[in-house]
Structure formats: structure tokens, C-alpha cells
């Protein structure tokens, strides 16, 4: 995607280029803004709902309580639409960024649940928010890489016969405690923190900002429009990080 630069996102590509290449340990923190030019629709983009639903209200404990075939409904609409997506220039260019660092250099933190960093070659990737491509039972320890197949309407483990859920984190759910923590860690030791394509609305992930920011990291943000984050970064990029994230990559 060809955005028009301005000349002043020109400078800021120059001015975060700068700041990347000087930097000694780099973390990065993405949201669903990264997928959008991969077609992957956003949260809180065009009304952030489905079929009339708050994603707040479906993607949680009691809905799946209450009705388990209306959160797999929208689950499994959202494992088919990943048949279809690839990665695109943005994720590689994290991918090309991880390669040339070293995973000891560069860590990325993926609020994300559709696997496109992992798709685009990247490897030590931290999904704090879990993936859409695994599924685990709500009755034993049974858990499976089902990657995009379709599953029945209310799938059921193999072993117990129990419900199976998607092995994402709703709202109300504690995050990973390994993932979370190695992602605590890298916001607190990195001295660039680079928040990229996320409305900084959904916490824990976006405390990572403040926690960098606190240790004295420089804060870069890519993003189309300003967010809550804006407040706290040192370089704003606004255009598509399809475009933004391969123009730093060169010219570092
Ligand atoms: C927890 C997996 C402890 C599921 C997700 C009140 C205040 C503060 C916090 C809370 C509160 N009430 C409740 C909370 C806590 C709650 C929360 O933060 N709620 C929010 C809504 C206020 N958090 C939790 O519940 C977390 N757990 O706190 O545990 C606990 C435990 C027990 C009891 C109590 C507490 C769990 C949160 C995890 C939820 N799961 N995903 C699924 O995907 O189905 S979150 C979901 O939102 C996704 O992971 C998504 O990534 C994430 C954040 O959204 P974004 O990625 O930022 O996407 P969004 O659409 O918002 O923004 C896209 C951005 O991209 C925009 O800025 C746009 O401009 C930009 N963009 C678009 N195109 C481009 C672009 N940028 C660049 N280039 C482009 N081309
Ligand atoms: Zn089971």
C-alpha cells in the first residue's frame, strides 16, 4: 500500500530510524492495526462490533457460559477469515528487524490472536493474548493446533468430552503468567519500545508503554491516528504500518 509520505513522516521515518539503530535492546508491542492491510478487521475500527455485539461482551467467561454456541459462532467466523489472510510488509518488516538484532535484541509482543507474525518468519514472538489457531478443553488438559480448519458448532475434546474453547484470553482472564512476564520483562529492560498498529485502550498489554517509558525507554508509535499511547512516545508515525515499518527497515 503506497501511502503519500508527507515530508514530515519522512523525517520522523528518519528520526526513529536513528533511534532503532543506536538502540541496544528493542521490544515491540503490536495490535490488530498491524493486520488491517493483511485484511484482518480491526476491534474498534467501523464500530468494533459483531452482529450487534461488543467484543467486550462476547469475548469473555460468562458469555461463553451463557451461550457457548454464540461465542463459537463468532470464533469460528474469525478462524475461517485467517484461511484466507496472509502477512503483510509490516510483519516482515519486524521479521527483517528480529533477523538483523538477534532474538536477544528484539523481542515482540503481539496482543494479536491471528498468527501473522508468526506466519511472516518471526520468531520469538510473545502472544500475550493467546491464538486463535489453538483450541483447549474447559475440562482437562487436553489443548490442540487445530490452525484454521472449520469445527463443529460446539466442539468437543476427544478425550473428556468436555467443551472445547479457543485457547485465547477473554477480558476478565489473567493473561499467561510466562508470556506476560517475559513481556514485563523486555518493557523493562528494552531502551526502545515500539507500539505499533494498537488503540492502547485493553490492559495489561498497554501498560507495556508506561513501564518502558518509566525505565527510560524512547517510545516510537506507528499508528493512522493519535491514541492514548500518543501522549507517552517520544516519535509519532502516522500512516500505515504496511508502508511506515519497511521505510525504517531500510534505512537502517
Ligand atoms: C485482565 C483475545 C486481570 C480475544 C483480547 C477498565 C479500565 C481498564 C481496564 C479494564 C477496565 N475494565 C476491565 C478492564 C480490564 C480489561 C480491559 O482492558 N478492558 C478494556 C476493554 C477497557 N482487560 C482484561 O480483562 C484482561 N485481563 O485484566 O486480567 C483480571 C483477571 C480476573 C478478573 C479481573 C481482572 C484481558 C484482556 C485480553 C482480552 N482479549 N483478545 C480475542 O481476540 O477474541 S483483547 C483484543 O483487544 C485483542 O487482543 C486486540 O488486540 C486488543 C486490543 O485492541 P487493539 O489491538 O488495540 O485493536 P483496536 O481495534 O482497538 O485498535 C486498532 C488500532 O490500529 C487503532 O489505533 C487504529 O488506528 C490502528 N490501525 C488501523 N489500521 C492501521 C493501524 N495502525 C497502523 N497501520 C494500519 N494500517
Ligand atoms: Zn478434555
Not at 83 to 101: C, I, K
Not at 127 to 138: K, M, P
Amino acid at each position: 500500500m503506497d501511502s503519500p509520505m508527507t515530508p514530515d513522516l519522512h523525517q520522523q521515518i528518519e528520526r526513529a530510524a536513528r533511534i532503532i539503530g543506536r538502540a541496544k535492546k528493542i521490544a515491540a508491542l503490536t495490535g490488530a492495526g498491524i493486520s488491517a492491510e493483511s485484511g484482518v478487521p480491526t476491534f474498534r475500527g467501523a464500530g468494533g462490533l459483531w452482529e450487534g455485539y461488543r467484543v467486550e461482551d462476547v469475548a469473555t467467561p460468562a458469555a461463553f457460559a451463557r451461550d457457548p454456541a454464540l461465542v463459537w459462532r463468532f470464533y469460528n467466523l474469525r478462524r475461517a477469515g485467517l484461511a484466507a489472510v496472509r502477512p503483510n510488509p509490516g510483519h516482515h518488516a519486524l521479521a527483517a528487524l528480529e533477523d538483523r538484532l538477534g532474538q536477544g535484541r528484539f523481542t515482540l509482543i503481539t496482543q494479536n490472536v491471528d498468527g501473522l507474525h508468526r506466519a511472516a518468519g518471526s520468531r520469538r514472538v510473545l502472544e500475550i493474548h493467546g491464538t486463535l489457531r489453538r483450541v483447549r478443553c474447559t475440562g482437562c488438559a487436553w489443548t490442540a493446533d487445530r490452525a484454521t480448519e472449520a469445527l463443529p458448532d460446539l466442539p468437543r475434546c476427544g478425550a473428556c468430552h468436555e467443551l472445547l474453547r479457543p485457547d485465547v484470553v477473554w477480558f476478565n482472564e489473567l493473561l499467561p503468567p510466562d508470556t506476560w512476564q517475559q513481556a514485563e520483562d523486555a518493557a523493562q529492560t528494552c531502551d526502545c519500545f515500539l507500539v505499533i498498529g494498537t488503540s492502547a485502550v485493553v490492559y495489561p498489554a498497554a501498560g507495556l508503554v508506561e513501564s518502558a517509558r518509566l525505565n527510560g525507554a524512547e517510545i516510537i508509535e506507528v499508528n493512522l491516528t493519535a491514541t492514548r499511547a500518543s501522549s507517552q512516545a517520544d516519535v509519532t508515525l502516522l500512516g500505515p504500518s504496511g508502508s511506515v515499518l519497511p521505510a525504517i527497515v531500510q534505512r537502517l
